[in-house]
Nanobody
């Protein structure tokens, strides 16, 4: 079993930055994929960004050029650097891990961007 613990959410003004972190409770063997999803009120959960243990990354179009996902495999941690935040980025952000054909989720962290 793996637990994912997120941190770094909060309230920020439009144009500001936040950095989310997510640490896994144990060593995660390759191959695996870690990423971030978000869910705004009344909307479906959507993938924001993901990074594989092999180094590949992908982003949803709305965050390209503003958000950067990175990993520290030695620390079993994934980060999401969010710059130029917009009010439409407001959502609960969930860390995710796909490993050994199982999906794991963090508890979620609120990101609120004020206009």
């Amino acid at each position: 079993q793996v637990q994912l613990v997120e941190s770094g959410g909060g309230l920020v003004q439009a144009g500001g930055s936040l950095r989310l972190s997510c640490a896994a409770s144990r060593r995660i063997l390759s191959p695996n994929s870690m990423g971030w999803y978000r869910q705004a009120p009344g909307k479906q959960r959507e993938l924001v960004a993901a990074a594989t243990s092999g180094g590949s990354t992908n982003y949803t179009d709305s965050v390209k050029g503003r958000f950067t996902i990175s990993r520290d495999n030695a620390k079993n941690t994934v980060y999401l650097q969010m710059n130029s935040l917009k009010p439409e980025d407001t959502a609960v952000y969930y860390c995710s891990l796909r490993w050994a054909n199982k999906d794991y989720w963090g508890q979620g962290t609120q990101v609120t961007v004020s206009s």
